[in-house]
């Protein structure tokens, strides 16, 4: 959501004056949106991966994998400029960015495990009304009686599918809605930090990461097949794109206007989910699926009129 001033002068504006969505803020916002689609497509394909490997190996080894290959990666490509590039403006904000990363990836790779990837996909994608309500409360965006009814309403679709007390509940299901509030929190954070370069944010995120998951290796390893490699090789490269590509469009665009986004996340793991594993929800994960995307879409809508 953003807030009204940043929006009064491309709603009011004079004809000599170019229109909000021609203006430098609005490309910026436009590329922000076309990055996250693109970073929905590469995580979500990066959970598909490591689908394929949860009946063989712990969710930790995979976690190591995701994180090791990408800090890998990095410092190939930095080099030299690694230990200067480390250097933030804000390491406690960056710290906290490395720990929610962690514990979003570890919840969602442990839920799917017994979860679908579409069901999973659904109940994480809470996580655009929770950034829509995370950025009201601490980064200061407008929030209003219809935005908190969206928000409740998204809520109440989540419930649909988890169906608690009923014998299809899946418990699975709030290990996912957790891994959708770190998230929110992660991306949050990645919003405060923009002080920092680009390439800061993600060498703390591969360090951080492959420390932490570092210290539990040794407890779950388990060699891995040579036919198993490509796999494990894929899931630390698309998480490595992926989170370039959210990094970079959390700070061209504001976390409101990009929280609708996330629904793609829906599409994509619905359609790996398919393709993989033969796999579609049932109708009442695609009912609470109706609920929080609607939930979401509102909350959107209101948050554009509003400006």
């Excluded at 929280?259 to 579609?280: D, E, K, M, R, T």
Aim: aromatic residues 12%; proline residues 4%; contains cysteine.
């Amino acid at each position: 959501m953003t807030p009204e001033n940043r929006h009064s002068e491309g709603a009011s504006g004079t004809a000599g004056e170019a229109p909000s969505f021609l203006s430098g803020h609005g490309k910026a916002a436009s590329l922000g949106i076309v990055l996250l689609i693109a970073a929905l497509a590469a995580f979500t394909l990066m959970d598909a991966c490591a689908k394929l490997l949860t009946e063989r190996y712990h969710p930790a080894q995979m976690i190591w994998a995701r994180f090791a290959i990408n800090l890998a990666l990095v410092s190939l490509v930095f080099r030299g400029r690694f230990l200067p590039l480390f250097r933030s403006r804000q390491p406690h904000l960056q710290f906290g960015r490395g720990i929610m990363q962690v514990i979003t990836i570890t919840l969602y790779f442990i839920a799917i495990q017994s979860m679908g990837l579409a069901e999973a996909a659904i109940l994480f994608d809470l996580n655009p009304v929770l950034i829509t309500l995370g950025a009201a409360l601490f980064l200061g965006e407008h929030i209003g009686p219809r935005r908190i009814i969206g928000i409740a309403v998204a809520f109440l679709g989540a419930l649909i599918i988890l169906r608690p007390g009923l014998s299809a509940f899946d418990p699975m299901g709030l290990v996912v809605v957790g891994s959708a509030l770190s998230y929110t929190v992660g991306n949050l954070l990645t919003r405060m930090v923009r002080q920092d370069a680009l390439a800061t944010s993600i060498i703390w995120s591969a360090s951080v990461g492959t420390v932490l998951s570092s210290l539990v290796l040794p407890f779950v390893w388990k060699e891995v097949a040579l036919w198993d490699l490509p796999v494990f090789l894929a899931i630390g490269v698309l998480g490595t794109i992926g989170q370039v590509l959210v990094i970079r469009a959390f700070s061209l665009a504001e976390a409101g206007a990009l929280a609708p986004i996330g629904y793609f996340g829906l599409v994509f793991s619905g359609f790996w989910g398919w393709v993989f594993f033969g796999h579609l929800p049932d109708q009442w994960t695609v009912i609470g699926a109706l609920v929080i995307v609607g939930a979401g879409i509102y909350v959107w809508y209101r948050e554009r009129k509003a400006a």
